[in-house]
């Protein structure tokens, strides 16, 4: 099959570490699945969330860099179902539903895995603060991408949907600080810290913009 343009690779929403790994990773697996005629996308996104999970067990287990090897392939795989959608025309709601609420499996699962990862390392921290750490990371992470589509669904504008906290970013910042553990175990919790306070923040900053449009007169 031919591809007469790039438009495939990406969708208009990608930015950053999203948009390079569906470019230079994912589209160099998608063509080679067109041909599948039995492969469907939601196939491709429901093995995407299984390696993504299995990547969190990994971490649990202590597997640190088999664990960022999983995570990354987890990622091209999750650009790839897109990819292929487009290519092959089966693009639909229910398919984007099904990738968006799937995410949200593979993310946790994750973050859950490199908490115990840390925990039982033992972390530079204490347990407890290891958890709190985490389950900011967690709330924060889930946050991003509830407050982008209930905003949308409102009618509100936000000051962008295009931050360093999207999903491909989380996935992509854990996956480096697993490939890592090799030169420092306790890497995995700088990946912690970093979800549970730039998510976060980008959430405050969405609903302080959406306070002020209101108080100016912006829409409901």
């Known amino acids: 099959m031919a591809f007469d343009s790039d438009a495939w690779k990406t969708k208009p929403t990608d930015r950053f570490v999203l948009k390079w790994v569906k470019c230079h990773l994912s589209a160099r697996v998608t063509p080679r699945l067109v041909n599948l005629k ?53 693009q639909s709601p229910s398919g984007a539903l099904l990738d968006s609420a799937l995410d949200r499996y593979s993310d946790g699962a994750l973050m859950i895995g490199m908490t115990v990862y840390l925990i039982r390392l033992p972390a530079p921290l204490p347990p407890w603060q290891v958890l709190f750490i985490a389950a900011l990371a967690i709330l924060g992470s889930n ?13 509100l504008s936000l000051p962008s949907k295009h931050t360093l906290a999207s999903k491909g970013t989380r996935t992509m910042a854990m996956a480096l600080c697993g490939l890592l553990t090799p030169l420092w175990p306790a890497l995995p919790l700088a990946a912690l810290c970093y979800l549970a306070v730039h998510t976060n923040l980008v959430v405050a900053n969405r609903l302080i913009h959406a306070a002020r449009n209101r108080e100016g007169g912006g829409a409901p």
């Open 38 to 90: 039995w492969l469907h996308p939601w196939m491709v996104t429901v093995s995407s969330t299984a390696i993504g999970v299995l990547a969190g067990v990994m971490f649990g287990l202590g597997w640190g860099l088999a664990a960022g090897i999983t995570a990354v392939v987890s990622q091209v795989l999750d650009g790839v179902d897109g990819q292929l959608a487009r290519l092959t025309h089966r």
């Open 143 to 155: 946050l991003v991408s509830y407050s982008a589509a209930r905003a949308e669904g409102l009618g």
